[in-house]
């Protein structure tokens, strides 16, 4: 993705590094809740690895936004573009991966206790070695990685290039890492809501917010892959790119929300639940 310098790029950077922080520190919170809590890290072992997912995103993103904030600095060699690329696309599969398994946990740890954390070791490897697996894709012939050019601050797959291989690509990563997973979830949710027969905040929460960040940029490339699309306004296009990292920036404290033991310990790991009770 390409931006000129000058006020969008710094933005873009700016916005970038604001991010970063607010997700990193949301995970230092949740690592150190959990740190001296087995229980809590036997229970929140697919959070561990959307968090890890994130901070990958998050470091890669602080190294994107210095690049793009350095006026007069050639952002990226070729090489170094298609590792960015790599990386992103990574982190990205992770997260989805990891959202997905923590909708199923959900659901058996309140109506099937009798299948959680069975086999979990095995899918998180599962899933982090099929998330490597797609990023390496454009590696692999099937698609290709962006390359550098002047005015490069991000690179991911390049959409330009509609060959057949690249088409295969992008739709594969749609059904797999978008259609498949949002089905999952949907499904997951719907049935926590009907045998618990309670209100389930997140159950909408988690599918919609997964919907807001993702569905932009999959109905983009999919369009621009296919049918092709105008030249569009670059804020635009930076805008579809960057709402999958938003997903990154709510998932600590939306999931920190969500269970009430891990909340507790996260507000006495920063100091929270001392005041509270001074103050009863």
Known sequence: MDLDFGFARTLYGVSLMVMAFITLLGYAVYFAAIWRSKTLQSRHLWLTSLACGD??????????SLASLAVGYYPRHNLECQVGALIGLFSGYVTIGSITWIAIDRYYRLCKPEKVGENYCFYVIIVWGLSFLAASGPAL??????????????????????????RIYILLVAAVWFVYPIIKMIRYNRKLVQETKKPQPMAVAVPLTFLLCYLPFAVYASLKITVGLPKLNPVLVTSVYMLPKVISVVNPYLY??????????????????????KAE
């Open 55 to 64: 901070i990958i995103m998050m470091v890669h993103l602080v190294i994107e």
């Open 141 to 166: 012939g099937f698609g290709t990685y962006e390359s550098a050019q002047e005015n490069t601050v991000k690179c991911l797959i390049d959409l330009d290039n509609n060959d057949v291989n690249t």
């Open 256 to 277: 920190m929300r969500s269970d009430p033991e891990l909340l507790a310990a996260c507000r006495h790991a920063v100091g929270l639940a001392t005041v509270e009770k």
